[in-house]
């Protein structure tokens, strides 16, 4: 059936570095794309999303790029701070009735 | 001013109880949804509402049961509660438009504990 696989589980990077989190999906029709962040005892919330007719999109320290034909997505994170550390799942759409399939999720740690 | 409110926040019950939890939400969204978060994270859909209609079930046991009474609300009512139940669910709501995906609006969670 159709599959989000996400990498890596967990993530840890210095204060100020780069963070790359990767998402392969097995629909070819799915057509949208987003990331949610989730802190600690609180729900998901979109951070950056991306459409099907787009291969890039950016919003300050956060991107996200989409390559179609391979069938993968990735977010990355410029400059990274303390209170980027979350866990951060990708998501893609499937079907008709706005259903999302889910990554794992990745666990992303900054070290001061 | 909150988007979109769940309760109770915590709750923790015996095998073989009946609950519910409660979800609302004052965005004016049309589309209403249930999910599973286990232990190691992983978000799973249980249903989706469109319009206070079913248009979403995924594989759930039966004892789980979803009522709309509006499009405002969406609750789920679990019985014969189980071990394996325990879990944190997430209420979330979206803006449908035409078939066009929008974000969803998330609740901050039930943290359900069965003993």
């Known amino acids: 059936g159709e599959n989000v696989e996400q990498h890596p589980s967990t993530l840890s990077v210095q204060e100020g570095d780069s963070a790359v989190i990767k998402c392969t999906y097995s629909?070819?029709?799915?057509?949208?794309f987003p990331w949610y962040k989730q802190e600690l005892g609180k729900g998901p919330q979109l951070i950056i999303d991306i459409r099907s007719n787009v291969g890039e999109k950016k919003d300050q320290r956060i991107a996200v790029t989409l390559n179609k034909t391979a069938k993968h997505f990735s977010l990355h994170i410029t400059e990274t701070q303390p209170e980027d550390s979350a866990v951060y799942f990708c998501a893609a759409s499937i079907g008709s009735n706005y259903q999302l399939i889910w990554g794992a999720g990745t666990k992303l740690i900054i070290k001061p | 001013d909150t988007a979109v409110s769940q309760t109770p926040k915590y709750l923790v019950t015996q095998m073989g109880n009946d609950k519910s939890i409660k979800c609302e939400q004052n965005?004016?969204?049309?589309?209403m949804y249930w999910y599973k978060q286990d232990s190691k994270k992983f978000l799973k859909i249980m249903f989706s509402y469109n319009n206070k209609e079913l248009i979403i079930n995924e594989t759930v046991p039966n004892r789980f049961s979803p009522k709309s009474p509006d499009k405002a609300h969406l609750n789920l009512h679990i019985n014969s509660l189980e071990l394996g139940d325990s879990a944190v669910y997430f209420c979330a709501s979206s803006p449908s438009s035409g078939g066009r995906y929008n974000e969803q609006f998330f609740g901050p969670g039930t943290r359900l504990t069965v003993l």
């Open positions: 965005l004016g969204h049309d589309t």
């Open positions: 629909d070819s029709a799915s057509n949208y």
